[in-house]
Every structure is written in C-alpha cells, then in structure tokens.
C-alpha cells in the first residue's frame, strides 16, 4: 500500500547532474530493498541501481558504475539517486521501486512502483 513519488528530473546538459529523489508514504520504506529502473520509449526496463533495506549493500548496472550512486535516509523515508557525468544515452523515464523480498534487478520482483519522472540529457 505504499506509494512511491520520484522527483528531480529533468533537462540537463552532457556531462551535468540530476539527484532523483523517491519518497514514500502510507508507508515506511524500512521494509523494503529500493530498485531504480529507467524505460526510454520502444526499448526495455533496465534496472539501474538497487540498495538493501538497511543500505549496507547497493548494485549498479555496468553503465552507470562510477557515474551514479544510490543511497538511503530511512529516517526520511526517502532513497537517492545522484547521477553525475550524465550522457545522452541516460535520457529515459525514471522509476524507483520496492521490494519486499530483497534487493534484486529484476523488475518482476518488485511491489509497489512510482509514477516516473523524466531525465532528458541534450546534447
């Protein structure tokens, strides 16, 4: 019953930065492993990032490693997405995501999911 709002999308230029934000309510997100997962339009969910309920342990897909970091503030309710060096090719809708069961790339996996926000990266 959770609900899951990103922010923090939007127009930037190669080589800038963006910080995602994904707040829940109606529930706390101390339970849950977070995913990011992007979509660009006609091309497949990939998952980008995913940190561990207590956020000792985070995963990055080989692209963005060394570019973005996922973090966490359960005390805030709220997990991060810092996306530094951002080329064009990580223009796509942004989603972040919980898991109940674990932390885990795979979007099948996950229980509750937000609405998106957009990441353009012009060139």
């Known amino acids: 019953q959770v609900q899951l709002v990103e922010s923090g999308g939007g127009l930037v230029q190669p080589g800038g930065s963006l910080r995602l934000s994904c707040a829940a309510s109606?529930?706390?997100?101390?339970?849950?492993?977070i995913g990011w997962f992007r979509q660009a339009p006609g091309k497949e969910r990939e998952g980008v990032s995913c940190i561990s309920k207590g956020g000792g342990s985070t995963y990055y897909t080989d692209s963005v490693k060394g570019r973005f970091t996922i973090s966490r503030d359960n005390a805030k309710n709220t997990v991060y997405l810092q996306m530094n060096s951002l080329k064009p090719e990580d223009t796509a809708v942004y989603y972040c995501?919980?898991?109940?069961?674990?932390?885990?790339?795979?979007?099948?996996?996950?229980?509750?999911w937000g609405q998106g926000t957009q990441v353009t990266v012009s060139s």
């Open positions: 109606g529930g706390t997100l101390d339970y849950y492993a």
């Open positions: 995501a919980a898991s109940m069961r674990g932390s885990t790339s795979d979007y099948r996996l996950y229980d509750y």
